[in-house]
Each structure stands twice: as C-alpha cells, then as structure tokens.
C-alpha cells in the first residue's frame, strides 16, 4: 500500500511562485522515477516533469526554465518549484511514482489525488 500525498497548491497571481510537495509512505520496497502530471480544463494529463532516483531530470518545454523538480529519496518525497507562474499552468497537479511494495513483486505506477493551482491573471 502507498500513499502519496500532495501540498503546496493554492492561489497565485502570474509572476508568483508556489512549491509543492508530495511525499510518499506506506509498505514501500523501493521507489524508482517520481514526476508530476497536470491536468487544465477540458485538457489531458500531461507530464509536466519527472525525476529518476540519480537525479537525471526532464521537463515539458513549457516549464522549461520556470519549473524546478528534486527529490529527497530517504524521504521518499519530490518537490516542484514553480516560477514566473502563467495563467496557463493553472490546472490539478498530480504526484506520480512508479513504486515497488514488495522484493519480487512487480513496479507500478502510484497517483497522488491532486492540488489545485490556479494562477490569475
């Protein structure tokens, strides 16, 4: 069982930052790349970036610059840092890890249930 569970999200104005948080607990064996989705209004989910355990990072070329993802992995928490705000990215952001619970059972993908950012214009 795994529990990721997301803070941080609220209300900015564009050109404001938020920090979000999501840290992951439960019977966790391992915990491979850990990332953050989001979903805006009438839109997919998409991937905004993700992490591996080394730390080797990607991002959505639309975060690109504006948007820091880490990771604390005796934690097992990742952080978003979220700059220069747009708008645009307002939407539900999802915590993402792909997870191990038990030695020789099989990797799986665990979801947070989301925050809410909304950024003003």
């Known amino acids: 069982q795994v529990q990721l569970v997301e803070s941080g999200g609220g209300l900015v104005q564009a050109g404001g930052s938020l920090r979000l948080a999501c840290a992951a607990s439960?019977?966790?064996?391992?915990?491979?790349?850990m990332g953050w989705y989001r979903q805006a209004p009438g839109k997919q989910r998409e991937l905004v970036t993700a992490?591996?355990?080394?730390?080797?990072?990607n991002y959505a070329d639309s975060v690109k610059g504006r948007f820091t993802i880490s990771r604390d992995n005796p934690k097992n928490t990742v952080y978003l840092q979220m700059n220069s705000l747009k708008p645009e990215d307002t939407g539900v952001y999802y915590c993402?890890?792909?997870?191990?619970?038990?030695?020789?059972?099989?990797?799986?993908?665990?979801w947070g249930q989301g925050t809410q950012v909304t950024v003003s214009s």
């Open positions: 993402n890890a792909y997870a191990l619970l038990t030695y020789g059972g099989r990797w799986n993908d665990y």
């Open positions: 439960g019977s966790i064996f391992s915990i491979n790349a």
């Open positions: 992490i591996t355990p080394g730390g080797s990072t």
